[in-house]
């Protein structure tokens, strides 16, 4: 076995926490799946048609979260931040059961996610991984709003630009290289909103659960919350740290330059329903590192993919 086969958890993690949306108790587990598995997650507060696979074309809802609909309507929602843990952290296959349609928000970032992953460890098997690798330039734009993603030789670059109608918030730029970067800065970073959006978002369903506990909540030019700013970024970092997990419905790690201003969950969706439409736009390919050649590739930098 080496680090560019796949891997899970090595025991199963077990989380409690309110969905952000609807303000519900949700109890989640993160448990170890075979080889080739993929993530699954699994209802099991319903009794037929439990399972749901992230796929770039079952996301049902991208608006204020990510949402996954099967073949039978069975929904999971606010998938991201988990997502993006899991991609960050290498976890090539995992089932996820949980007893209610929204993953809970926990502290608002990826960090409890991230800090149980680290605590239990990863499995490592004897397959190899699959890499989805960007072949042509694909772009998508929405009046004001753009994204797109070209080929790289060896890494997955995200370039975001955060603009806000916010003298706190104003403009922010962040560029990530995501096998390479420290992501603990992304991961860390919480979900936020403007104060006077609060009573809108309650009026439409939403943010039910939402308090300063799980989110930053800005007031012109103040933060509401108590511990303030994690990092300088965070704003934007929690913007890339979306962009990881809604670009981990494509199932494998990514090869690619993507560059983002003012996007969100659903322009990410956009985009990757772009390029899967189109076989001629990416290839897959399965990662044996006999078949590497060193004057290729850097062999430590291939390893940070894994």
């Known amino acids: 076995m080496n680090a560019l086969n796949q891997k899970t958890i090595k025991k199963e993690i077990v989380i409690k926490g309110i969905g952000l949306h609807s303000g519900i108790l949700v109890n989640l587990a993160i448990k170890p799946a075979k080889p080739n598995s993929g993530i699954i997650f699994k209802r099991t507060d319903i009794n037929n048609n439990t399972l749901i696979m992230p796929g770039v074309f079952n996301v049902s809802n991208a608006f204020f979260c990510t949402t996954i609909t099967n073949d039978h309507g069975v929904s999971v929602s606010t998938l991201e931040h988990l997502m993006g843990a899991l991609y960050g952290m290498g976890v090539d296959n995992a089932l996820i059961e949980l007893d209610n349609e929204e993953v809970p928000i926990l502290d608002g970032s990826a960090k409890i996610f991230v800090n149980e992953i680290e605590k239990v460890g990863l499995e490592v098997s004897d397959s190899p991984i699959k890499i989805i690798k960007i072949e042509k330039e694909i772009s998508f734009k929405d009046g004001e709003k753009s994204i797109s993603i070209k080929p790289s030789k060896l890494s997955l670059d995200i370039d975001f630009e ?16 995501m096998y390479e970067s420290d992501l603990t800065d992304v991961y860390n970073s919480r979900t936020f909103c403007l104060y006077e959006d609060i009573e809108k978002l309650k009026s439409m369903n939403l943010a039910l659960g939402g308090s300063l506990d799980n989110a930053i909540v800005v007031q012109d030019k103040n933060i509401l919350n108590e511990e303030k700013l994690r990092n300088e970024k965070e704003f934007v970092n929690h913007k890339i740290l979306d962009c990881m997990g809604d670009l981990y419905l494509a199932g494998y790690k990514i090869i690619g330059s993507l560059s983002c201003s003012q996007g969100g969950h659903k322009l990410t969706n956009q985009l990757l329903r772009k390029v899967f439409s ?29």
């Open 162 to 177: 955060l603009k806000y109608d916010n003298p706190l918030i104003g403009t922010q730029r962040n560029l990530i290289n």
């Open 278 to 306: 189109i076989s001629d736009n990416y290839s897959i390919i399965e990662v044996k590192e006999k078949r590497i050649s060193n004057s290729v590739l850097n062999r430590n930098y291939l390893r940070s993919i894994a």
